[in-house]
């Protein structure tokens, strides 16, 4: 089992920055590919980007530009750098791993965090 835990979420204005990161720790794999998906109310599960071990990132077209994916992986932790953010980035952001392939898809990601609440107002 692999247990993902995010923070760093929170109210924030039009034009501001949020950094959240996500701590893994149990049975971690250097194979997972690790990713970053929001859901907004009424809105299916959305990715936003992902990363390799390697570092190799990946970010969803409506994000390029403003949010960057990071780790640390002595630490076992990921980071998404948000910036430029805009009322349409208002959701509760997840970390997810479990695919030992780049996927976009939420049904292949295994594990889960809780989520936290990322607010943009305007």
């Known amino acids: 089992q692999v247990q993902l835990v995010e923070s760093g979420g929170g109210l924030v204005q039009a034009g501001g920055s949020l950094r959240l990161s996500c701590a893994a720790s149990?049975?971690?794999?250097?194979?997972?590919?690790m990713g970053w998906f929001r859901q907004a109310p009424g809105k299916e599960r959305e990715f936003v980007g992902g990363?390799?071990?390697?570092?190799?990132?990946y970010h969803a077209d409506s994000v390029k530009g403003r949010f960057t994916i990071s780790r640390d992986n002595a630490k076992n932790m990921v980071f998404l750098q948000m910036n430029s953010l805009k009322p349409e980035d208002t959701a509760v952001y997840y970390c997810a791993a479990g695919p030992e392939y780049i996927s976009r898809s939420h049904y292949d990601y295994r594990y889960w965090g809780q989520g936290t609440q990322v607010t943009v107002s305007s």
């Open positions: 149990g049975r971690t794999s250097r194979w997972y590919f």
């Open positions: 990363i390799l071990w390697s570092g190799g990132t």
